[in-house]
T-cell receptor, first 111, second 113 residues
Framework: GDSVTQMEGPVTLSEEAFLTINCTYT??????LFWYVQYPGEGLQLLLK?????DKGSNKGFEATYRKETTSFHLEKGSVQVSDSAVYFC??????????FGKGTHLIIQP | DTAVSQTPKYLVTQMGNDKSIKCEQN?????MYWYKQDSKKFLKIMFS???????INETVPNRFSPKSPDKAHLNLHINSLELGDSAVYFC????????????FGEGSWLTVV
C-alpha cells in the first residue's frame, strides 16, 4: 500500500536558520502530495501541495518540489521564525480515499 | 465562518460510556472523513463518506459507527469506550477529487478515564 516516510524529530533550529524536512513516498501511480502543519493545540492546516511531477508548491516562505525520480517532496524554508514551531506532516493521496500521512516532524525554533 | 466544525472540542468520559462527536461542513463538499491522531501524533483515516455513502472503513473496532444524515454532516458514535480510545479525532471534508485540498476541523480531544 501507499506510505510516506519523513524524518522524525524533534528538529531544533535557531531563528533565521535554513530548514529542510525530508519526505519520501511509496505509491502506485502519481499521487498528489501535500504538506500540512499543526500548531500546538490546533487542527491541521494545508501548508502547500503539488499535484504532478516537477510542480512546486509554496506558501508563507515554505517550498516543496514534487520529484518523481526520487519519489520525494522535501519541505524547505530559507529563514525560519519562532512562529514556525509546529508539527509538519507530509501526505499523499486525496480524493475519496483520503490522505496517507507520514508520522510528523516536530519542529522547534529557538530565538 | 468555520469551514469544518466539530463538537465537542474536549470530552472527558469514563470507560464503558457511549459518546458522540458531531461534525458539520459548510463548504458544499461531497466527501467527509474521520481521522484519529494518537498520542504520538500519528494520523490515520478511520472512515470516508461520499454523498452519504460509506467509501472507506479502515480496521476500526465496530464500537465506532459513523452516521451521515446528509452531505454536510458526519457524526461519530463510540460505544463502550475504552482507555485506548483516548485520542484526538479530526473530521475533514473535500470535493472528493484527487489533488483537491482536504480541510480539517479543529479536532476533538477525547480522554477516557
Amino acid at each position: 500500500g501507499d506510505s510516506v516516510t519523513q524524518m522524525e524529530g524533534p528538529v531544533t533550529l535557531s531563528e533565521e536558520a535554513f530548514l529542510t524536512i525530508n519526505c519520501t513516498y511509496t505509491a502506485t501511480g502519481y499521487p498528489s502530495l501535500f504538506w500540512y502543519v499543526q500548531y500546538p493545540g490546533e487542527g491541521l492546516q494545508l501548508l502547500l501541495k503539488a499535484t504532478k511531477a516537477d510542480d512546486k508548491g509554496s506558501n508563507k516562505g515554505f517550498e516543496a518540489t514534487y520529484r518523481k525520480e526520487t519519489t520525494s517532496f522535501h519541505l524547505e524554508k530559507g529563514s525560519v521564525q519562532v512562529s514556525d514551531s509546529a508539527v509538519y506532516f507530509c501526505a499523499l493521496g486525496g480524493g475519496a480515499d483520503g490522505l496517507t500521512f507520514g508520522k510528523g516532524t516536530h519542529l522547534i525554533i529557538q530565538p | 465562518d468555520t469551514a469544518v466544525s466539530q463538537t465537542p472540542k474536549y470530552l472527558v468520559t469514563q470507560m464503558g460510556n457511549d459518546k458522540s462527536i458531531k461534525c458539520e461542513q459548510n463548504l458544499g463538499h461531497d466527501t467527509m472523513y474521520w481521522y484519529k491522531q494518537d498520542s504520538k501524533k500519528f494520523l490515520k483515516i478511520m472512515f470516508s463518506y461520499n454523498n452519504k455513502e460509506l467509501i472507506i472503513n479502515e480496521t476500526v473496532p465496530n464500537r465506532f459507527s459513523p452516521k451521515s444524515p446528509d452531505k454536510a454532516h458526519l457524526n461519530l458514535h463510540i460505544n463502550s469506550l475504552e482507555l485506548g480510545d483516548s485520542a484526538v479525532y479530526f473530521c475533514a471534508s473535500s470535493s472528493g477529487q484527487p489533488g483537491n485540498t482536504i480541510y480539517f476541523g479543529e479536532g476533538s480531544w477525547l480522554t477516557v478515564v
